[in-house]
């Protein structure tokens, strides 16, 4: 090998120069650069036509995302170019474009619809057609703004119009008459004024100051149909605050007696003297539909109310503006001494009316209270009969203390036997001795047959209404 700094030739093994001792650098051949040159050239084309053939491929994969959005050229281009691949493209579209939308916006859609359908239906149901109410609970509230009328010559019912204290009465209650005393469930008198009175119908309105602020009866401003159930209250027959029910059995009645009672309802929930006035309920919802007014004296259980949406705007243009005393007394005529010095003095009652008991009168009574009593037992509520008992009396209180005990304990009372046996009169007071027997189903569900023989110790206000002071069971 020669050196390369002195020209020696040196041996080719020798890896350093015999003469000067300088390195001998071994060196390789080089290809020439043309060749490499080439092999930039292929590599650089089979990149190319790998990167030609990757996007064609996914050129091909590219529709089936794009043909859910309908994308017409796409699909087009793709059945001229890769026709094979055109049918797993269409066979694949129906299953990915649902579970598309599904995922991303149905479940919000379908639960708003479904919540819709669900619940705003409903609503509307509620609103076209108002909940029902329990029976129990519309009596109950409703004779909390039940009153009885009374004056000299009698008695009515009314109820609770405004709450600046207006109570809504008939016309024959109180005509001859500009003061009354207006009667609240818990026995309590309360001064009323008579403010408004039609001598062509039926109706007037009373002003009591005691009953200001209290919320009134709701009323109803439509015609009620034929067959809707209905509630009767009023103070019948020396009943105070009794209810009844019924049906309404025909509309558009004409009656022209004393007043004109035009288009009026018939019903056949009970009625009897001293329940004019008193409201007709809708058993339904609870609303005033009528003022009760007639008894048809030839049948049994056929009476009539006069629509009240059909009154209600004389009555309401009563209450804003109230007739003074003078002008009512013109309607009727108010004692013959009348002048118009009267509005300044203040009427009192005369108690010296005498009422006095008859064995049909306390007949009845004892009969209606069993009635209101097997009612109570049923109901297991006190309510029912604590207007036919003397307040506070032995037998009030232990009425209350009895049903307190039998409630929830699902005992039944079904009375079938009621014979009354004797009648005593005497000066203020009466005794009605009885024969009674009922079945009776005890906590544990045993039946048994219990006989009763009692004496009724029965008394009278000084309106005639009847009260039971004590009940004694004779062994």
């Known amino acids: 090998m020669k050196c390369t700094k002195c020209g020696t030739m040196n041996d080719e093994s020798a890896k350093f120069c015999d003469n000067c001792g300088a390195p001998l650098a071994t060196r390789?051949?080089?290809?020439?650069?043309?060749?490499?040159?080439?092999?930039?050239?292929?590599?650089?084309?089979?990149?190319?036509?790998?990167?030609?053939?990757?996007?064609?491929?996914?050129?091909a994969e590219e529709p089936e995302v794009a043909l859910p959005q309908e994308d017409t050229e796409a699909s087009e281009e793709m059945s001229e170019e890769e026709p094979v691949e055109e049918e797993p493209v269409e066979e694949e579209m129906p299953v990915e474009e649902p579970e598309t939308q599904v995922s991303s916006e149905e479940p919000v859609e379908g639960t708003v619809t479904k919540a819709e359908n669900i619940t705003h239906p409903s609503d509307q149901e509620e609103k076209v057609e108002p909940k029902k109410k329990?029976?129990?609970a519309i009596i109950k509230d409703a004779q909390s703004r039940v009153y009885t009328i009374l004056t000299?010559?009698?008695?009515?019912?009314?109820?609770?119009?405004?709450?600046t204290g207006m109570v809504v009465t008939n016309a024959h209650v109180v005509s001859g008459y500009t003061d009354v005393i207006v009667r609240n469930i818990?026995?309590?008198?309360?001064?009323?004024?008579?403010v408004g009175i039609s001598a062509e119908s039926d109706i007037a309105l009373i002003q009591v100051n005691d009953l200001t602020g209290i919320e009134p009866l709701e009323v109803e401003?439509?015609?009620?149909?034929v067959g809707a159930e209905v509630i009767a209250l009023g103070s019948p027959s020396g009943f105070e605050n009794t209810a009844s029910m019924g049906y309404l059995t025909g509309i558009d009645r004409d009656f022209y007696q004393e007043f004109t009672y035009e288009n009026i309802y018939q019903i056949d929930a009970a009625l009897a003297p001293g329940s004019s006035g008193g409201p007709l309920l809708d058993a339904a919802t609870g609303k005033v539909i009528g003022i009760n007014s007639l008894l048809f004296p030839e049948g049994d259980s056929i009476g009539f109310s006069i629509p009240l949406y059909s009154m209600y705007d004389q009555l309401d243009a009563w209450a804003k503006n109230p007739m003074s005393r003078e002008a009512v007394a013109k309607i009727f005529p108010v004692y013959d001494d009348f002048d118009s010095s009267y509005e300044d003095e203040n009427y009192e009652f005369d108690y010296s009316t005498t009422h006095e008991f008859s064995e049909e009168s306390l007949t009845e009574f004892v009969v209606s209270y069993?009635?209101?009593?097997?009612?109570?037992?049923?109901?297991?509520?006190?309510?029912?009969?604590?207007?036919l008992l003397v307040y506070q009396s032995d037998i009030y209180n232990s009425m209350i203390e009895y049903i307190d005990q039998i409630t929830g304990k699902n005992m039944e009372h079904i009375f079938n036997k009621l014979d009354i046996t004797n009648i005593e009169i005497k000066e203020d007071h009466a005794l009605v001795y009885t024969e009674e027997a009922f079945e009776f189903k005890d906590a544990e569900g045993n039946w048994s047959v219990q006989e009763r023989t009692k004496v009724y110790t029965i008394v009278m206000d000084d309106y005639g209404f009847f009260y039971i002071s004590d009940i004694v069971n004779i062994e």
């Open 28 to 59: 390789k051949q080089r290809k020439p650069k043309r060749n490499k040159f080439i092999y930039a050239l292929v590599l650089l084309a089979v990149l190319l036509g790998l990167g030609f053939g990757l996007g064609q491929l996914l050129g």
């Open 134 to 136: 329990d029976k129990t």
């Open 152 to 163: 000299e010559g009698g008695q009515g019912s009314g109820f609770l119009f405004t709450n």
């Open 186 to 194: 818990n026995g309590q008198d309360h001064e009323g004024t008579v």
């Open 221 to 225: 401003m439509a015609p009620t149909d």
């Open 370 to 387: 069993q009635e209101f009593y097997e009612l109570a037992l049923q109901e297991e509520d006190f309510y029912y009969v604590q207007n």
